[in-house]
């Protein structure tokens, strides 16, 4: 019982928590107009969103807007904010909205080259966007492609990757892309050939898009391999280039290499190579002359006198020896883009800890079910409750499988949009709680609880009331 001196004082309830089906009807209608801009799959885009806000719930989410974690990088001269992370008060990008969020999401992945064959994908084939994000480096989680497959499906997020725009929002998109292929300035000709300038911080992904080509067909119109990197002031060409010129010959000046006399010329680079009697990696030494019509008789001096040796030898052992398994990647741009992905070697999302907000091996999991397990026994061993796992899980009771499989999120710990409680000063005892967690979520320590409530120890049960207030003077 109180004193008559003390003075309770009520903390005031937390807004309520926002569910997967809530966040998926708030934002859906986001992913979607994102789908159309940048050919990522709704669902994708739905699925990472959902994982790495905790459906919105996150402090990132709910103060900064930011849906997907992106840090601030040296790039960034927008609002911030900090929060401990791989490293204690990193500084993440702050939104006006969360439809930024959503477009800087989307923009990362297109100007980032490891990304770049994805957006040759259809947008219905959301299993292979999985897998591709994560051979690609996005996260580092080895269950990651599998987590949102199964989220995708469970979710039935797929159904928005097949939503067709209105006409009025058919000719707002066209508009709006015709806007962006006017500022990359005027267009060039060069040899009869399409192209354009490379505008600051571009990406041949984006490029691809805005004037409705493959990506596949910007690396071979430039004659590209898969690990090239777009930057501002390249000669960019939307169409094939020539097997010819008008002009003869071309005098090679320092640091100038065949790939760059190719785009110089709007030359394949390929039939460059053949009239000049070289190799594929042979460079010309500076002074040299390079045919552009005619075959010569003679190949040039090379700039690496050693090249021509080791393409030899190189030629040589692929005939002599079995192919070995690292062969299976290379950086040849093909028509395919699931044989682009699959010959491109995997990264190490390491990599991406500057760029992106990693996604935590703990932040969303499998957990396969044991002989003798409950859901609440899962939730209590994992800090979640029943029906967060019931919600991620589309179960419609608490049974479970011995072998079935569960999402699990931490993240995302409670799937009630009431918890707390509304009720001023008092909690429900709800199943999987404790009394060290009701204190934690109510800023309260143990022992207060405790102490307004008699309680002679830390045992609570299911349905019991607590008051929950903090006692001052």
Known sequence: MLAQTDTIVVKAPAAPKQTVE?????????????????????????AQGILESGNGNSRLAVEANNHFGIKCKKTWTGKTLYEDDDAPQECFRKYDAAIDSYRDHSDFLMNNTRYAFLFDLDRTDYKSWAHGLKKAGYATNPQYAELLITFIERHKLNRFDGVKLS???????????????KSYGKEIINNGVLGIIAKPNESYAQIAMDYDLKVYQIYRNNDL????????????????????????????AHGQTMHWVSQRYAVKLDKLIERNLMFPGQEPAAGETIYLRNKRDKAPKFADANILDAVIVKDTMAVLEPIKQDTT???????????????????????EVDTLHEFKENLSFFHTVQA??????????????????????????DRIEVGERLIINP??????????????????????????????????????????????????????????????N
Request: charged share 30%.
């Open 225 to 252: 391999q898969k690990d090239a990197v777009c930057r501002e002031g390249d000669t960019v060409y939307l169409k094939a280039k020539k097997l010819k010129t008008d002009s003869l010959f071309h005098v090679v």
């Open 372 to 397: 003798g397990e409950t859901l609440y026994g899962i939730g209590k061993k994992y800090g979640v409750r029943v029906d967060a796992i019931m919600y991620l899980n589309l179960l419609q009771d």
């Open 22 to 46: 809530q966040y998926i009807e708030k934002y859906s209608a986001i992913a979607i107009d994102e789908m159309y801009r940048s050919k990522i799959p709704a669902s994708i885009t739905l």
């Open 167 to 181: 006409e009025e929002e058919d000719r707002e998109l066209k508009e709006d892309k015709a806007e962006i292929v």
């Open 329 to 351: 990647y290379n950086t040849k741009v093909y028509e395919s883009p699931l044989l682009n992905l699959e010959t491109q070697k995997p990264v190490e999302a390491i990599q």
């Open 411 to 472: 993240a995302i710990s409670s799937a009630d949009t009431k918890e707390p409680q509304s009720t001023p000063g008092v909690h429900v005892v709800r199943q999987g709680e404790t009394l060290f967690s009701i204190a934690k979520s109510y800023g309260l320590s143990v022992g207060d609880i405790k102490a307004t409530n008699n309680l002679s120890d830390d045992q609570v049960h299911i349905g019991q009331k607590l008051v929950v207030v903090k006692v001052g």
